[in-house]
């Protein structure tokens, strides 16, 4: 079965200091992999998404993550933060198109004045 | 084009009355999911429905909880008979009929059970 693993629930960084959200997953097969974004009381909003190809994908916000197929992995990426992007970020997968979404359980993302 | 829209956005229930919960997917989707975000957890699957058939079920509780998304209306979430421990925020997500790997969310509906 497939699953993901998010190994920091929080991260506290400096406004403008870069920054590395952590997440492994597991699957014996191909996945397709997601990062969301959820604002404060708000619904999720797609970051990025690694569907094939390159592994270096570029989302919105000016965040980037990286697909390792050896590591099993695909961390979040930001050079710079900024106030705004305090919000919890979810790294998922799903196995086949229109599949159920499996997610990790978060990470509370900081910024610090 | 709107979104995916969720009513109501807020829910106040006391415990054993009915919570019904709506979605309405984007235009011109036809797939919607469940999600249940529990505190401090991450979001659970619950339930993947086309238009008139619920295609997987595999994260629905065994009792109390059930789901429709019928020919015609928005797809409805139905909890009976609530406890404290289905306060939560439950979301749906909408895709298109041809697939795809990109599902959209709406903003979800926070439950709280009294």
């Known amino acids: 079965a497939q699953s993901v693993t998010q190994l920091d629930s929080q991260v506290p960084v400096f406004e403008e200091a870069p920054v590395e959200l952590r997440c492994n997953y597991s699957?014996?097969?191909?996945?397709?992999l997601f990062w969301y974004v959820q604002y404060p009381n708000q619904g999720l909003q797609l970051l990025l998404k690694?569907?094939?190809?390159?592994?270096l994908v570029k989302g919105i916000n000016g965040f980037e993550a990286e697909f390792n197929k050896s590591q099993t992995s695909f961390h979040l990426r930001k050079p710079s933060v900024h106030i705004s992007d305090t919000a919890e970020y979810f790294c998922a997968v799903i196995l086949n198109r229109d599949d159920k979404i499996i997610f990790g359980k978060g990470t509370r993302l900081h910024i610090l004045p | 084009n709107a979104g995916v829209m969720q009513n109501p956005r807020h829910l106040v229930r006391r415990r054993g009355q009915e919570a019904r919960l709506r979605c309405s997917p984007m235009?011109?989707?036809?797939?919607v999911y469940w999600y249940r975000q529990l505190p401090e957890e991450g979001l659970k699957f619950m339930v993947y429905?086309?238009?008139?058939?619920?295609?997987?079920e595999s994260g629905m509780p065994k009792e109390r909880f059930s789901a429709e998304f019928p020919k015609e209306g928005p797809s409805i979430l139905r909890i009976q008979q609530v406890v404290r421990g289905d306060s939560a925020a439950y979301f749906c997500?909408?895709?298109?009929?041809?697939?795809?790997?990109?599902?959209?969310f709406g903003p979800g509906t926070r439950l709280t059970v009294l």
């Open positions: 235009k011109g989707h036809s797939h």
């Open positions: 429905l086309q238009k008139e058939n619920i295609i997987d």
């Open positions: 699957s014996s097969v191909s996945v397709y």
């Open positions: 997500a909408s895709s298109p009929p041809n697939g795809g790997e990109e599902q959209f």
């Open positions: 690694y569907l094939s190809g390159s592994t």
